[in-house]
């Protein structure tokens, strides 16, 4: 990459090569999940001071934010104010984590023009929402999916089966709370990704996509856990 980045020529082929590499967004998330959210402020009209404040849900942690944001720990909410000249655009980064209990949550964004300190609000507070879904909704999802045409073909039943033995025996060890419950958890559902070849071609999206939503939970669940005492 550095490499690349080296020759001029290359550059706006890496960084669009980059953009190929993106997952698109979802709007549900595990409990504890990363999510970045980029905010991109463009003023359209004369030179103004800015000042944007996102507020987050109480249970969500701020981990990042570029440019550095202030943070108001009673309101949980983030903030930046700049100056934006004609036709300027700003982009803010945050990356925050996600409420640790399912929910329908959102983030509210809003922007004031700021002019000789006294700050006014420009139209309505932006709202992006979201859901937090557990394992074991995520749990039920595949267990549909898989029971959906076309995967409930006598053609996949063998496979089907299998898969659905092994993903309640995971669930299993998931629900000891322990870390090798989450250990165990881990090792088979990479397992179960990986036995998905044989309902080829039929899609399984949705199998997969929740695969990966117990996956994330389990190695969110295990770093909660207390590190386990080492013998000498």
Request: aromatic letters at 6%.
């Amino acid at each position: 990459v550095s490499s690349l980045r080296s020759q001029a020529l290359w550059q706006s082929v890496l960084e669009r090569s980059f953009q190929y590499l993106l997952p698109v967004q979802s709007s549900t998330h595990t409990p504890g999940a990363l999510l970045p959210v980029n905010t991109t402020i463009a003023n359209q009209g004369a030179a103004t001071g800015v000042q944007v404040k996102i507020t987050l849900p109480a249970t969500s942690a701020t981990l990042g934010s570029n440019p550095t944001a202030t943070m108001d720990a009673g309101t949980n909410t983030v903030g930046w104010t700049f100056d934006l000249a004609v036709q300027q655009t700003q982009e803010l980064f945050l990356t925050m984590r996600v409420p640790p209990a399912t929910g329908d949550y959102a983030l509210q964004t809003r922007v004031s023009t700021v002019n000789n300190g006294t700050s006014n609000p420009y139209g309505n507070a932006l709202a992006l929402n979201f859901k937090v879904i557990s394992a074991a909704q995520s749990y039920v999802d595949v267990r549909a999916a898989l029971l959906s045409s076309p995967l409930n073909s006598k053609k996949y039943q063998k496979p089907r089966e299998r898969l659905l033995e092994d993903l309640a025996d995971v669930m299993g060890t998931f629900n000891k709370n322990t870390a090798k419950g989450y250990d165990d958890a881990i090792e088979k559902l990479a397992e179960l990704v990986d036995s998905l070849a044989s309902f080829s071609p039929a899609d399984t999206t949705t199998v997969r996509l929740g695969l990966d939503r117990i996956l994330k939970e389990a190695e969110w669940r295990w770093s909660l856990l207390p590190a386990a005492p080492s013998h000498h």
